[in-house]
T-cell receptor, first 115, second 114 residues
Framework: AQTVTQSQPEMSVQEAETVTLSCTYD???????LFWYKQPPSRQMILVIRQEAYKQQNATENRFSVNFQKAAKSFSLKISDSQLGDAAMYFC????????????FGQGTELSVKP | GAGVSQSPSNKVTEKGKDVELRCDPISGHTALYWYRQSLGQGLEFLIYFQGNSAPDKSGLPSDRFSAERTGGSVSTLTIQRTQQEDSAVYLCASSGRGFNQPQHFGDGTRLSIL
């Protein structure tokens, strides 16, 4: 079965500090994409960062970066200089290239940011 | 431009009733997805439309669930004879052609079955 595991249901970080959210996945496919989405209380899913599995270089988007370990099937998200607006549910997901566009999501990590 | 629009925002209905949820994708997006998010859970894939191709219905949980996409744009998800376990947030997303195109999500419809 194709699964995504986020082992941290809740995380907390002090404002301006750095936090890392973990994610592991299970697939036998070689061509896939990995994503981190943010879901604030408004419910809308917002794409934070994405990584193509064939790329060895870790993706970065401003304060957000990933640590992609393909052999270990690990895809963690690092948030630097955390801001109050970063507080949300964070979902890790992947998409298999030859299986259409459906995203397979983890259970989510709720991040709180303390002022 | 406008994002993905879903209606209604909230829907409360009695067990056994049929419901229709609507999704207006971003103009020009060829792909449209429906997901379900139960309380405290991640998103569960339901169905996927790409252009004029046959939809991928592999995620629909039962034959009470169906969806259509008219004219390659607006989509309607229909749940017949609703059950309490159908209570969830139903999210729609759309994307451009190509699997590397990001999916843009709507705000979802919160469905509550009494």
């Amino acid at each position: 079965a194709q699964t995504v595991t986020q082992s941290q249901p809740e995380m907390s970080v002090q404002e301006a500090e750095t936090v890392t959210l973990s994610c592991t996945y299970d697939t036998s496919e070689s061509d896939y994409y990995l994503f981190w989405y943010k879901q604030p209380p408004s419910r809308q899913m917002i794409l934070v960062i994405r990584q193509e599995a064939y790329k060895q270089q870790n993706a970065t988007e401003n304060r957000f970066s990933v640590n992609f370990q393909k052999a270990a099937k690990s895809f963690s998200l690092k948030i630097s200089d955390s801001q109050l607006g970063d507080a949300a549910m964070y979902f890790c997901a992947y998409l298999i290239y030859n299986q259409g566009g459906k995203l397979i999501f983890g259970q989510g990590t709720e991040l709180s940011v303390k002022p | 431009g406008a994002g993905v629009s879903q209606s209604p925002s909230n829907k409360v209905t009695e067990k056994g009733k049929d419901v229709e949820l609507r999704c207006d994708p971003i103009s020009g997006h060829t792909a449209l997805y429906w997901y379900r998010q139960s309380l405290g859970q991640g998103l569960e894939f339901l169905i996927y439309f790409q252009g004029n191709s046959a939809p991928d219905k592999s995620g629909l949980p039962s034959d009470r669930f169906s969806a259509e996409r008219t004219g390659g744009s607006v989509s309607t998800l229909t749940i017949q004879r609703t059950q309490q376990e159908d209570s969830a947030v139903y999210l729609c997303a759309s994307s451009g052609r190509g699997f590397n195109q990001p999916q843009h999500f709507g705000d979802g419809t919160r469905l509550s079955i009494l």
